[in-house]
């Protein structure tokens, strides 16, 4: 079915059609147009201007019209979308639609498209505009497509994020905090080496820095951070392929998520298999950016990269992969409630199932692919560096298995009070060393933050210079201390399901 | 006998902490309007919302028209409407609007003829151009109505459809229904206010707790109460009545100035004999009215409590 055929799609249009579509435009059409204006008072009379040349007063007017317009189509349309799902889920609406006969895929694409219109008519104002500014300005024409393809993608990329996010979120605030941490916090970090940071190719960034800087000779730092073609284990990248790439392949597992979610609320919306594959990629992807700097002898710096210890990049790569593996590990864990509604089918309280159901086996693929993505960094120096990447991996053997059983226990012991409990455990084993360590002026303490020792062994440069230094064996001491607190998880996880199993065995099935 | 158009077998649905509907099966055949009764909590509506697949089952299985629920959910989609007992509408959409963009889901042939029809039929034509926000609450629950007659299902399940309208909304529902009965849908009705439902269902499934207590028709389930409540008017030889009455082993008799009520246990033919012998007694009997196919009876019979 087209898209203008879509049911969804035109109700969509509808809607957005009568709450008023000309205040948007209008407002664009002026942000858009005063950019220009000030280009042509340039060119009237550019002694009024602090700029070196039309092309670069082309560029500064040209940068504030796209950075208005990934504000308007990436964060506006992904927080339109987010609402009207959260609100049409609340209202019935979506039950409603589910019930018809459109195929789930028709759905998903009617929110998909037809939700942020009013923030694609606005975006497309200003990719006019910003247009008559590139060709007045006489700047490089492939700078107009390239930006351009690449805020749209980005825009639908997010938008479909939004609509999965608007699937599970079970408010709507829940959803605005996955947005805070996707546009505030990771794009924090992207300024830090510009051309390593994977999230600077998420959220395509580099790719159009690169475009600003194109035929620039690189005299400044600030260039030569953000011009050049990435490298992915030592193979260079266009970072507009590795951009679009990247979001596409992201994006087809988002796809799938939103449609079998769509065609079936009951099931967890991504696939063991797509958790493992979409980790695999974002990981690979980010260890690949940064293996030029060690070349896998990590910690010793490859010859072109000499100060490549200076910046963390591997602890804060450490940190990356531990948010992320949290996040899929919650996607993926199943309801506990679901795994008793599948014990009573069967009529059985077999713990098996639960470790089949569980995403505690999971939380150890992903572990197998962060370890093998890691190896990567010091494959060639394994033999003298072992224990720092015994240090790095135990610390995340140990944080993806407290998250997923943290999670798994507080679901069944407090239901509806899980997260609370899950926020205030992590916290208590995450932060609130570092803050004791803070008040009582004893570092120490904050070295048996959860977080600690993998962070440590990949960044203290003590340990860096001297594999064989004897805080190591004080970090692996600490890794094996916070393996204890997994067992305890697991024997209290344990419990709780066979308490809740028991129950099940009470209720045998009725034929 | 043709297969029902709506069959579920041994549906149970699991809440956290409570069986929300435990091992009930039920058939509705063409031409059937069956009351779900029960009081608040029952199970009615988690019923209705596992019929339709909106509500996971933990097992069961759920047919229309003969397709499976679990293999065939598009075809299901297809022969079956469900009207919740809330109203999801697009408050910024027309009536007309609203019913278009159903109507484009379920690719209704002819959409503006039949958009027209369903609006007729729920006595909302006049309101066709209205925005959704517009139409007071009844209103909504008619035009939610329309939506789910738009695609003319063979099954339709109708959660509390009367709980928003006025008098002459009701009678004009009751009406829509028998129509629909007439045509041969098979309707399943849930409402916890039974003189909704009397006078429309021809079968009647009480639930209480997530249990089926009974099911059938209101003719049988008046049967398997047993003991009917009836009453009786006379003109002359009131004592003579009263007499026959007691001699016959009624119980509960509550006299009034010329009549009785009671309640009696034999059956049909017991019944039967009980009049005739009053009339050939000189009695003369002006009213004789059972109230053991009410449903009100049946369901205060029934053993389901915590009614209302």
């Known amino acids: 079915m087209n898209i203008t055929e879509n049911p969804v799609f035109l109700t969509q249009k509808r809607l957005v059609h009568r709450a008023g579509v000309l205040a948007a435009i209008l407002i664009a059409a002026l942000i858009g147009l005063s950019l220009l204006c000030g280009l042509i008072a340039y060119f009237a009379d550019p002694r009024d201007f602090n700029f070196s040349g039309p092309q670069e007063a082309g560029k500064m007017f040209y940068a504030w019209v796209i950075g208005v317009e990934t504000l308007v189509l990436v964060i506006g349309g992904f927080s339109r979308i987010l609402k009207v799902l959260t609100d049409e889920r609340k209202a019935g609406l979506w039950d409603s639609n589910r019930l018809t006969p459109l195929p789930p895929s028709q759905i998903v694409a009617g929110y998909w498209f037809g939700a942020p219109l009013r923030e694609f008519y606005m975006g497309a104002i200003l990719a006019a505009i910003g247009l008559v500014i590139v060709v007045l300005a006489r700047l490089p024409l492939a700078l107009w497509p390239g930006t351009q393809i690449l805020i749209f993608s980005t825009a639908l990329f997010f938008g479909l994020l939004a609509v999965l996010i608007g699937l599970v979120a079970q408010r709507p605030q829940g959803g605005a905090a996955f947005a805070a941490l996707a546009f505030v916090f990771l794009p924090m970090f992207s300024f830090i080496m510009p051309k390593f940071m994977l999230t600077n190719f998420l959220l395509p960034v580099y790719a159009i820095a690169n475009f600003f800087n194109a035929g620039q000779p690189p005299e400044t730092a600030s260039v030569q951070d953000w011009s050049g073609l990435p490298e992915i284990f030592g193979l260079p990248v266009p970072p507009i392929l590795l951009s679009l790439g990247l979001q596409f392949v992201i994006g087809i597992f988002l796809w799938r998520a939103a449609v079998r979610k769509t065609a079936n609320a009951f099931h967890p919306p991504l696939l063991r298999w797509e958790a493992v594959a979409m980790f695999g990629i974002l990981l690979f992807a980010q260890h690949g950016l940064i293996w030029g700097l060690w070349h896998g002898q990590f910690p010793a710096p490859s010859g072109s990269e000499s100060n490549a210890n200076d910046v963390p990049m591997l602890p804060i790569v450490h940190a990356g992969t531990i948010l992320l593996a949290t996040i899929l590990l919650a996607f993926v864990s199943p309801d506990p409630e679901r795994i008793r509604i599948e014990a009573l089918r069967a009529g059985d309280g077999n713990l098996r199932r639960v470790f089949s159901r569980s995403a505690v086996s999971l939380a150890l693929a992903l572990l197998a692919v962060a370890a093998v993505a890691l190896f990567t960094q010091c494959a060639a120096s394994i033999s003298t560096n072992w224990k720092i990447y015994a240090v790095a991996t135990g610390n995340l053997l140990d944080f993806f298995l407290v998250s997923v059983l943290l999670l798994e226990f507080c679901r069944l012991r407090f239901r509806r009070r899980a997260l609370g409990f899950v926020a205030l455990w992590l916290f208590v084993l995450c932060v609130l060393p570092f803050i004791l360590a803070g008040v009582f002026s004893e570092l120490a303490v904050g070295r048996l933050s959860l977080l600690s020792p993998g962070v440590l062994a990949l960044a203290d440069h003590d340990i860096l210079n001297d594999p064989t230094s004897s805080e190591l064996n004080y970090l692996l001491l600490t890794v094996l201390a916070h393996f204890g607190i997994v067992v305890l998880l697991f024997v209290a996880w344990r419990n709780q399901w066979q308490r809740l199993l028991a129950k099940v065995i009470l209720a045998p099935p009725q034929k | ?308």
Request: aromatic share 4%; with cysteine.
């Open chain 2, 1 to 308: 006998m043709p297969a029902p158009l709506l069959a579920i077998e041994h549906l149970r649905v699991d809440f956290p902490e409570v069986v929300a509907v435990n091992d009930l099966s039920l058939t509705v055949e063409a031409g059937d309007v069956c009351g779900l009764i029960g009081p608040n909590g029952a199970g009615k509506t988690t019923t209705m919302r596992a019929v339709s697949g909106l509500q996971e089952r933990t097992r069961g299985s759920v047919r229309v028209g003969g397709h499976e629920l679990a293999s065939e959910p598009e075809e299901l989609k297809k022969r079956l409407g469900f009207m919740p007992d809330f109203c999801p509408v697009y408050d910024q959409l027309t009536a007309a609007e609203f019913l278009d963009h159903f109507a484009r889901a379920h690719d209704v042939p002819d959409r503006t003829k039949r958009i027209g029809e369903c609006l007729e039929l729920t006595w909302l034509t006049e309101k066709r151009d209205a925005l959704c926000e517009e139409l007071s609450r009844g209103m909504k629950q008619r035009l939610v109505l329309a939506k789910t007659l738009l695609p003319d299902p063979q099954v339709l399940l109708l959660d509390e459809p009367a709980s928003g309208l006025d008098p002459l909304g009701r009678i004009e529902l009751r009406k829509l229904l028998l129509k629909l009965r007439d045509v041969g849908k098979s309707v399943l009705i849930s409402s916890h206010i039974l003189t909704e439902l009397s006078g429309f269902c021809n079968k009647a499934a009480i639930m209480e707790r997530g249990k089926l207590v009974m099911s059938g028709t209101i003719a049988e389930l008046g049967q398997k109460m047993g003991r009917r409540r009836l009453s009786v008017k006379w003109r002359h030889a009131g004592e003579k009545a009263l007499q026959i009455l007691k001699g016959a082993g009624v119980k509960n008799l509550e006299t009034a100035a010329q009549g009785a009520t009671f309640e009696f246990d034999g059956d049909a033919e017991a019944l039967d004999g009980l009049l005739k012998t009053l009339v050939l007694e000189g009695v003369r009997v002006t009213e004789w009215r059972g109230s053991g196919d009410d449903l009100e009876q049946i369901f205060l019979q029934s053993g389901a409590r915590e009614l209302m």
